[in-house]
């Protein structure tokens, strides 16, 4: 009884040991966000947030389009992840389960994009952006964005497809199910959580975009927040409090996702381990 007590509290404390290292950041982004310049730049920051900085910390977020940024972030990240899952579960599926010449340089193809540096490519694909218009566009980063994750999302799929047993989709074709709908109402929920894996990583390469927005948004209204926060460091001064409550900002978001999604995760593998 006592060893289940002591055991149950070290696992207690190392639940808060770990909440506390992984909270600390989000904590000392919103003391600094709360902080003045003046005591940033001369006595220093103390250890605690003040809430009596709030408003001018509010000021200071006001002179940039914060809010837009924030948008336009959710608009890459989404739509790199839908159109990464969407694509990625039709390869993944070609990849898997059909035998077609020139299937095994495909695959290597696909790898091989993973190891071409993005800024290689970014001259030749500026180049491709300005002849098809989609140059100063949050679609063209969206179409850049997927090139990168698809074909991750693609091997996720194929791997996990590759694991249900075959006779499944015959027995959905003894019934005269079509071929996309097996793919869709069949295989798709079984592979559940590992489609999850492939939206976190495709949602989170949308999410902390840089070069190419850098590189292909010239309006400061199109720009990302990860763009945006870079725009706040000046040559003389950058109001450090203002990059934490934006950084802070753009932090939540893709934390809340996280969380979120990897429930489903946990859920989807804990109710396959489980059946017979």
């Given at each position: 009884?006592?060893?289940?007590i002591?055991?149950?509290?070290?696992?207690?404390?190392?639940?808060?040991v770990?909440l506390?290292?992984?909270?600390?950041?989000?904590?000392?982004?919103?003391?600094?966000?709360?902080?003045?310049?003046?005591?940033?730049?001369?006595?220093g920051?103390?250890?605690?947030?003040q809430?009596?900085?709030?408003?001018?910390?509010?000021?200071?977020?006001?002179?940039?389009?914060?809010?837009s940024?924030?948008?336009?972030?959710?608009?890459?990240?989404v739509?790199t992840?839908?159109?990464?899952?969407?694509?990625?579960a039709?390869?993944?599926?070609?990849l898997?389960?059909?035998?077609?010449?020139?299937?095994?340089?495909?695959?290597?193809?696909?790898?091989?994009?993973?190891?071409?540096?993005?800024?290689?490519?970014?001259?030749?694909?500026?180049?491709?952006?300005?002849?098809?218009?989609?140059?100063?566009?949050?679609?063209?980063?969206?179409?850049?964005?997927?090139?990168?994750?698809?074909?991750?999302?693609?091997?996720?799929?194929?791997?996990?497809?590759?694991?249900?047993?075959?006779?499944?989709?015959?027995?959905?074709?003894?019934?005269?199910?079509?071929?996309m709908?097996?793919?869709?109402?069949?295989?798709?929920?079984?592979?559940?959580?590992?489609l999850?894996?492939?939206?976190?990583?495709?949602?989170?390469?949308?999410?902390?975009?840089?070069?190419?927005?850098?590189t292909?948004?010239?309006?400061?209204?199109?720009?990302?927040?990860?763009?945006?926060?870079a725009?706040?460091?000046?040559?003389?001064?950058?109001?450090m409090?203002?990059?934490?409550?934006?950084?802070?900002?753009f932090?939540?978001p893709?934390?809340i996702?996280?969380?979120?999604?990897?429930?489903?995760?946990?859920?989807?593998?804990?109710?396959?381990?489980v059946k017979?």
């Amino acid at each position: 009884m006592i060893s289940r007590i002591f055991s149950r509290a070290g696992w207690i404390a190392l639940v808060v040991v770990l909440l506390v290292f992984g909270g600390f950041p989000i904590y000392w982004m919103a003391s600094t966000a709360l902080s003045a310049n003046s005591e940033l730049y001369s006595t220093g920051q103390v250890p605690w947030p003040q809430p009596g900085n709030l408003p001018q910390l509010l000021r200071d977020m006001a002179d940039v389009p914060v809010l837009s940024w924030m948008a336009n972030t959710l608009v890459v990240a989404v739509g790199t992840t839908v159109l990464s899952l969407l694509l990625g579960a039709l390869a993944g599926y070609a990849l898997s389960r059909f035998r077609f010449h020139g299937k095994g340089l495909i695959g290597f193809l696909l790898f091989m994009t993973q190891v071409v540096p993005e800024a290689l490519i970014v001259v030749p694909l500026y180049a491709i952006f300005i002849t098809l218009g989609l140059l100063n566009s949050l679609w063209g980063l969206v179409l850049a964005n997927a090139a990168f994750s698809l074909p991750v999302a693609t091997f996720i799929v194929k791997g996990a497809i590759d694991v249900i047993p075959y006779e499944i989709e015959e027995a959905a074709a003894v019934d005269n199910c079509p071929r996309m709908s097996v793919l869709t109402m069949i295989l798709l929920p079984i592979i559940a959580p590992s489609l999850a894996a492939a939206a976190v990583m495709s949602f989170f390469s949308g999410w902390n975009e840089y070069l190419f927005a850098a590189t292909f948004l010239m309006d400061k209204e199109l720009w990302p927040a990860s763009v945006g926060l870079a725009s706040f460091i000046g040559q003389y001064e950058t109001p450090m409090t203002a990059v934490m409550g934006t950084a802070l900002l753009f932090s939540v978001p893709a934390i809340i996702f996280f969380l979120l999604i990897q429930r489903k995760i946990v859920a989807g593998i804990s109710s396959g381990a489980v059946k017979g």
